[in-house]
């Protein structure tokens, strides 16, 4: 299977909530077409659409860069949400609730060093398929 990926940007121009409604109506368009084959599509669409609102909504109240920017990638086992840059480390769930979201329907969450002087986060979500 080869892998499917979404890449976006979000202009700084963007009204504050209008990060996360953009990208979030881009993976509602996008993300079935990379699933079809996946038996519980809608769910795991549905768990990938609030782990892509968290992270885009935490990532754009503390950008470090102009550009919101991010990707969400399926490679058969996985959609795996990366978005940036952060001015600094995740914060912890008790700072930003909706980490407690994120860290439970993902397998895994963490951070790198991003392109743009800041720090992307990540979320791998698991398909069962």
Do not use: K
């Not at 990366?82 to 963490?110: F, K, N, W």
């Amino acid at each position: 299977m080869a892998d499917s990926a979404l890449d976006f940007s979000i202009s700084p121009t963007a009204q504050p909530g209008q990060e996360v409604n953009q990208v979030t109506t881009m993976v509602r368009m996008t993300l079935p077409m990379f699933l079809v084959d996946v038996p519980e599509q809608a769910a795991v669409c549905a768990a990938v659409e609030a782990v892509v609102t968290e992270l885009v909504d935490i990532a754009a109240r503390h950008r470090a860069s102009a550009d919101l920017v991010g990707r969400v990638a399926f490679d058969g086992t996985h959609v795996t949400v990366s978005v940036g840059d952060m001015a600094g480390p995740l914060p912890a769930p008790e700072q930003e609730p909706g980490l407690y979201l994120v860290h439970r329907l993902a397998d895994d969450v963490g951070q790198y060093d991003g392109d743009f002087g800041g720090r992307v986060t990540w979320a791998a979500l698991p398909v069962a398929g």
